[in-house]
């Protein structure tokens, strides 16, 4: 069956330009994860939704960061303004009801991001 | 919070020699714990989680991990190296404590297998 996708796979923009990254989780997933994947820091949370509910937030690094989970199901994480410290590759990662610590989270091949 | 810290960051075997990589959690609950593996220019594949049913927990590909509450490790280990086993591998944890199932990774061990 289908996984996460996620596009596009490489992105290269320019420092300041603003980026947006889409995910689409495996259907029926309610929740969703994205995590960044840098050199200094490893693999880190940015922010997580379980169906309607209030995203958690509290991974972004700064207020460059958004995401949107439009109808449940794709998102999109869109950073402004774009640093070279963004460099880095965005993994999505999503996950069935319910939502514990037994669930494996299923990721998608991610996105590798270069700001020149 | 929780941490976890991964003692090697490269490892380097033999094909057909065993495997070990080391791992150690910090965690306020009783944690659940997997070990991911990263191929090149491949996403996150599950290995193998640990949620409490056994402390010996046995994974895809011939791999198994052993929880050890006492010492706060679940090592990663496999009796005999493929060449397809060269890859990053993750341990993960995941605290029940906190809303979301939010990861925490370790830094990753990176395994060269020698033919």
């Known amino acids: 069956g289908a996984g996460v996708s996620q596009s596009p796979s490489n992105k290269v923009t320019e420092k300041g330009k603003d980026v947006e990254l889409r995910c689409d989780p495996i259907s029926g997933h309610t929740a969703l994860y994205w995590y960044r994947q840098s050199l200094g820091q490893g693999l880190e949370f940015l922010i997580y939704?379980?169906?309607?509910?209030?995203?958690?937030k509290s991974g972004l690094p700064s207020d460059r960061f958004s995401a949107e989970r439009t109808g449940g199901s794709v998102s999109t994480l869109t950073i402004q303004r774009t640093q070279q410290e963004d460099s880095a590759v965005y993994l999505c990662?999503?996950?069935?009801?319910?939502?514990?610590?037994?669930?494996?989270?299923?990721f998608g091949p991610g996105t590798r991001l270069t700001v020149l | 919070a929780q941490s976890v810290t991964q003692l090697d960051s490269h490892v380097s075997v033999s094909e057909g020699t065993p495997v070990l990589l080391r791992c150690n959690y910090s965690s306020s609950y009783s944690p659940s714990l997997f070990w991911y593996v990263q191929h090149p220019n491949k996403g996150l594949q599950l290995l193998l989680k640990y949620t409490s049913a056994a402390t010996l927990v046995k994974g895809i590909n011939g791999f198994e991990a052993e929880f050890k509450k006492s010492e706060t490790s679940f090592h990663l280990t496999k009796p005999s190296a493929h060449m397809s086993d060269a890859a990053e591998y993750f341990c993960v944890v995941s605290d029940p404590g906190a809303a979301g199932n939010k990861l925490t990774f370790g830094g990753g061990t990176r395994v060269l297998v020698k033919p």
């Open positions: 990662a999503s996950s069935s009801s319910p939502v514990n610590s037994y669930n494996e989270q299923f």
């Open positions: 939704f379980q169906g309607n509910s209030a995203p958690d």
